[in-house]
């Protein structure tokens, strides 16, 4: 048993409290108070407007009263308190607008993958029960093609213009109705957003996300790497339909009144060059983006010296990419932490002035952690020994939404049980060394097993599959599909099949998720009960690679 409770408060930076206060308000409460404090500071200057314009930008006044007008354009529209809004949009500053307009209208943010397929799209639709869309033109074809499945009447498309029964965001906000007063907000209950994970189990689940947890959250984050109110720079290339980007590069800079350099996707060296000419004090990414920095090959004539510490996130950071990545910059820069989905998502950070490589760092103020027996999950296990990381704290989800067994499984007394392992030293500090989940992590973007088996098993070819993550140097791990066909399938070769198969998924599957290795076998390894062994094939991996 671990005799010191907290053993992390002595690993603090100096100055950084054990408990923080945190404002009884909304989300949106936020955009609402750096609106009043700086109207005129630039809030968004975005990277990648259409038809290859300059990068233009919108003031916070402006952001403010953009999300005003969309949530009045909500409410017209029927939406009431509680109901889900969905939106598929790249990043962009409707993105911004429409997210802040969904919380003023009392409704629930649910972030859709751009690279969902339309039968990934409808699920999501369908299990939210979402009644409304924020949708890209672009992305229109895709969302409409499964609209008459789904519960949505609504649809209101940004970033160009679309035939069909829909609302264009311009529309929306030149045909705003006045707005009277916003709903009555129970930060404790009401949710701010329903993200989905894949849980325990691999099928996709909505965490219930309250305004109390994502504001929490967002005080822990700011405060924790010392963000200076209405001096930060923030160059924002995660994507807002995940966790991570929606905390990191929106909501937590705009709880200080940060400007966000926003991209739509990645590119090194655009952000190589926006770091330098506006100054960024902070760049949050994966380590497949600080890899792509520093590989290219003009990364050593920029300046980068502006930045500070930021958090690394979605996987884990090899300690040579910190080490080249800090010495590129000049000083200690990249930060590794930790957070889930259902965690709002933060609850490790290293200490800025005490980063150790490998480690996801201590508990953040306010939150605890610790390692309990992976087999029994009652008990807690000595220091340094290998367990499950249970947490709890005032960031931690309500639950899985219309999931009350899943639920009860990942939340017992109090205690949200993450499904990975990992020890702690007597400094307090956390490093994980396994995933108890077979969740395969490529490039930060999470690929369930089982959903893309599920896929496999609807060609008429295959006879037995299982899927598994395989290291991977650039993007972490990378997804690998072991296959047994059924006989006399009529291939003419593996290449054929191989090429066949993979057509398949890319046809029902996000890019990401699809199989990059495909191996072919006559049979599959199998336990007693008729369970494939994804176990097996992954040491049997392990050892050919030693």
Excluded at 528 to 543: I, S, T
Aim: proline letters at 7%; aromatic letters at 10%.
């Amino acid at each position: 048993m671990v005799t010191d409770p907290k053993p992390w408060l002595q690993s603090y930076s100096p100055g950084m409290p054990s408990s923080l206060d945190y404002p009884r308000l909304p989300l949106y409460h936020f955009l609402q108070q750096s609106a009043s404090l700086y109207p005129d500071r630039p809030a968004i200057i975005y990277q990648d407007p259409a038809g290859g314009n300059e990068p233009f930008a919108r003031t916070y006044r402006e952001l403010n009263d953009a999300s005003e007008r969309f949530a009045a354009t909500l409410v017209s529209l029927g939406v009431e308190k509680g109901d889900r809004v969905a939106y598929y949009i790249q990043n962009s500053p409707e993105l911004i607008a429409g997210f802040y307009g969904i919380l003023k209208a009392g409704a629930v943010p649910v972030p859709c993958n751009v690279m969902y397929q339309a039968e990934e799209l409808a699920y999501h639709l369908i299990d939210s029960g979402a009644q409304t869309l924020l949708c890209e033109a672009n992305l229109y074809p895709t969302a409409q093609s499964v609209l008459q499945e789904t519960g949505v009447a609504n649809v209101i498309v940004a970033g160009g213009h679309v035939d069909g029964d829909v609302l264009h965001w311009e529309q929306a906000l030149a045909q705003a109705p006045c707005r009277g007063k916003l709903p009555t907000i129970s930060v404790d209950n009401d949710l701010a957003l329903l993200p989905y994970t894949g849980g325990t189990t691999g099928i996709p689940k909505g965490a219930m996300l309250t305004h109390a947890n994502l504001v929490a959250n967002a005080v822990q984050f700011r405060d924790w790497f010392g963000y200076e109110a209405g001096r930060e720079v923030f160059v924002a290339t995660l994507p807002l339909f995940h966790i991570g980007g929606i905390a990191g590069v929106m909501s937590v800079p705009i709880s200080c009144g940060g400007t966000i350099v926003l991209f739509r996707r990645f590119s090194a060296e655009r952000v190589l060059r926006a770091i330098q000419d506006y100054g960024a004090t902070r760049f949050l990414g994966v380590p497949t983006m600080y890899i792509a920095l520093l590989n290219h090959p003009e990364a050593g004539n920029y300046d980068l010296s502006s930045l500070r510490p930021s958090r690394t996130s979605a996987a884990p950071l090899p300690r040579a990419v910190k080490e080249s990545f800090d010495a590129l910059v000049g000083r200690n820069v990249l930060v590794e932490g930790y957070g889930l989905t259902e965690t709002s998502p933060l609850t490790h950070a290293n200490p800025v002035d005490g980063a150790i490589a490998g480690s996801i760092g201590v508990p953040l103020p306010d939150t605890e952690a610790r390692i309990f027996d992976a087999d029994d999950g009652l008990v807690e296990v000595p220091m340094g020994e290998i367990g499950e990381v249970v947490l709890r704290g005032p960031q931690v989800m309500r639950g899985y939404w219309n999931r009350p067994l899943e639920t009860s499984e990942a939340i017992r007394d109090g205690w949200f049980y993450t499904g990975d392992l990992a020890y702690v030293d007597e400094r307090g500090y956390f490093f994980i060394v396994d995933r108890k989940k077979d969740v395969i992590n490529a490039a930060g973007f999470k690929v369930w097993p089982r959903e893309v088996e599920e896929v496999l098993y609807q060609h008429p070819s295959i006879r037995l599959a299982a899927v598994l993550g395989v290291p991977d140097d650039y993007r972490g791990e990378t997804v690998r599909a072991v296959i047994a066909l059924k006989e006399g399938h009529g291939f003419s070769s593996e290449e054929a099949a191989k090429e066949d198969i993979l057509g398949h998924c890319q046809r029902h599957l996000a890019n990401y998720k699809v199989p990059r290795i495909v191996d072919f076998r006559d049979e599959l390894p199998m336990s007693a009960a008729g369970k494939v062994l994804r176990r097996v094939m992954r040491d049997e991996a392990a050892g050919s690679e030693q």
